[in-house]
């Protein structure tokens, strides 16, 4: 068995459904917003009760705006939200280390960051697992998105 014929078969293969993506940033975005009290570490205030609201509310806004199923106005690149996703997740689980308050709470933190990271990487049509499609010029400007035909007037 080739180099190449083992990548092929090891890769990593997109199993969360667009649907199912925007059921699960409402539902992650209003537990961000309210798991100080939630959990029980509002007390602490500073980035330990402020990140999380910040991301919460960033995370309901993106979802709003999002080209999902799920989304009400539908102007935000899923490409752009799924980078936005893994960006903000890879901050916040390691948010307690960076701020010095893991030695009271880590663990909310780091689970939300987990299941947003695995949430951006994982959906249908995320950057990180599927295979950019070849840039179309359109008016001299090349993109991966010209197959959608978002850059069409």
């Not at 199912?20 to 330990?48: D, K, M, Q, R, T």
């Not at 935000?76 to 390691?94: I, W």
């Not at 009271?104 to 950057?127: A, E, K, T, Y």
Request: charged share 5%; net charge neutral; proline share 7%.
């Amino acid at each position: 068995m080739g180099v190449k014929a083992f990548i092929s078969s090891t890769t990593m293969k997109p199993f969360i459904s667009k649907s199912f993506y925007a059921v699960i940033n409402y539902v992650s975005a209003l537990l961000f917003i309210v798991s100080p009290w939630l959990f029980g570490f509002a007390h602490l205030g500073g980035a330990a009760l402020f990140m999380p609201m910040l991301i919460g509310w960033l995370q309901l806004i993106m979802a709003i705006f999002s080209d999902n199923p799920g989304g009400f106005i539908k102007v935000f690149p899923m490409q752009m939200h799924n980078c936005l996703d893994v960006l903000t997740g890879s901050f916040l689980l390691s948010l307690p280390w960076i701020y010095q308050f893991s030695g009271s709470v880590w663990v909310p933190h780091f689970i939300f960051g987990v299941v947003l990271c695995i949430n951006g990487i994982f959906v249908h049509q995320s950057p990180f697992l599927v295979r950019a499609t070849p840039n179309l010029p359109e008016a001299g400007i090349g993109s991966v998105d010209a197959h959608e035909g978002r850059l069409n007037h």
